[in-house]
């Protein structure tokens, strides 16, 4: 009889576990980043945190490195439901949404503290509306630097003079802009694709998060690297409105309760990593120089104009985001 029983309830256990296995919602998300990059150990912690928060409704499959998607196509295969979600960096949006590019302004969102407060903003429920328009549903902002980095072979790009003449990565046709206005020839690529443009001198100099340029190893191929506020980039995860729609409540409210717990993660990673990414650059054995106020003034006033111009007349909701942005 107690055998009987034991097995009744063994084949209860394993009928048990089968059909949760069954009930679990598969979640692939690809993102770019190399395993050592700090916002993709976040990124790590956020699925880990989704699969708890959601009692293993939703099973959270990372992909990183360009490993299930290009960078290129993240975007455009979660809006199609080829896959359900993925991660990408604002400026990937470039001309179907120029408004997330709005902290790539030159030296204007260099305050931490604006953030702080951006995942409960006016400002980030704005640009979700117009995410949800392209066919995707944001579910967590991930501030990602604003220490970045010039890199260059044979001397420092410090001041605007510098930089007339340089083929440079760049980011978007509004930011790229601003690099053109100091005589550079920007071509725009993803993270990815910089080392190796840099390594085959298809570009002279490159533009990236100062952790970056140590994740992705740039001391490799560049030898002087200028540390700046020039910009603040954020990576953000969305996933599939259809997709979303099926989930259930539990899942829905796990996934906005690792989005705002990730959020935190993110700046004090992010924080982290900024601080430590110079002095590890020299260990390296590269050169560093950070910017003083004064050099990175100059900057600002070669750069900004172009830029503003170029962010206003790209949509009719900047002025309006703008304004919100303001609020922060």
């Not at 044979?154 to 001041?159: E, N, Q, R, Y």
């Not at 993270?191 to 952790?211: H, K, P, R």
């Not at 705002?260 to 990593?273: H, K, L, M, V």
């Not at 106020?293 to 600002?300: G, H, I, R, V």
Request: aromatic share 8%; glycine share 8%.
């Amino acid at each position: 009889m107690g055998k009987t029983t034991t097995l009744v309830a063994t084949l209860a256990i394993m009928a048990s576990s089968a059909t949760l296995a069954e009930a679990a919602t598969e979640m692939r998300c690809s993102h770019q980043l190399p395993p050592a990059h700090h916002i993709a150990k976040v990124i790590d912690r956020w699925a880990e945190e989704v699969e708890k928060q959601s009692d293993g409704e939703i099973d959270v499959q990372i992909f990183g490195a360009d490993s299930l998607v290009g960078a290129k196509e993240n975007i455009v295969s979660v809006a199609k439901g080829d896959i359900e979600c993925a991660f990408s960096v604002n400026f990937q949006w470039g001309k179907t949404l120029p408004i997330m590019n709005v902290t790539l302004a030159p030296f204007a969102f260099g305050d931490i503290e604006v953030w702080k407060k951006w995942p409960d903003s006016e400002a980030a429920a704005f640009l979700s509306e117009k995410l949800l328009d392209k066919g995707v549903r944001n579910v967590v902002w991930l501030f990602t630097t604003n220490t970045s980095t010039f890199t260059h072979n044979g001397s420092f790009l410090v001041k605007p003079e510098d930089f007339n003449g340089i083929k440079i990565r760049g980011l978007t046709p509004t930011f790229d802009g601003s690099l053109a206005a100091m005589g550079a020839a920007p071509a725009s690529m993803p993270g990815s694709e910089v080392y190796q443009a840099l390594a085959t001198g298809v570009i002279d100099a490159g533009l990236t998060d100062a952790a970056a340029a140590v994740s992705r190893k740039y001391y490799e191929v560049q030898d002087h690297f200028t540390v700046l506020p020039v910009i603040s980039v954020y990576f953000h995860g969305y996933v599939n409105p259809a997709w979303y729609d099926g989930l259930s409540d539990t899942a829905k409210a796990a996934l906005a309760k690792a989005g705002t717990e990730a959020a935190n993660w993110a700046i004090e990673a992010s924080e982290e990593a900024g601080a430590a990414a110079p002095g590890q650059l020299e260990e390296k054995g590269v050169k560093v120089h950070i910017n003083s106020a004064e050099e990175n003034a100059a900057l600002e006033a070669a750069m900004r104009p172009a830029f503003d111009e170029k962010f206003l007349s790209d949509s009719p909701d900047s002025k309006a985001l703008i304004e919100l942005v303001g609020k922060l």
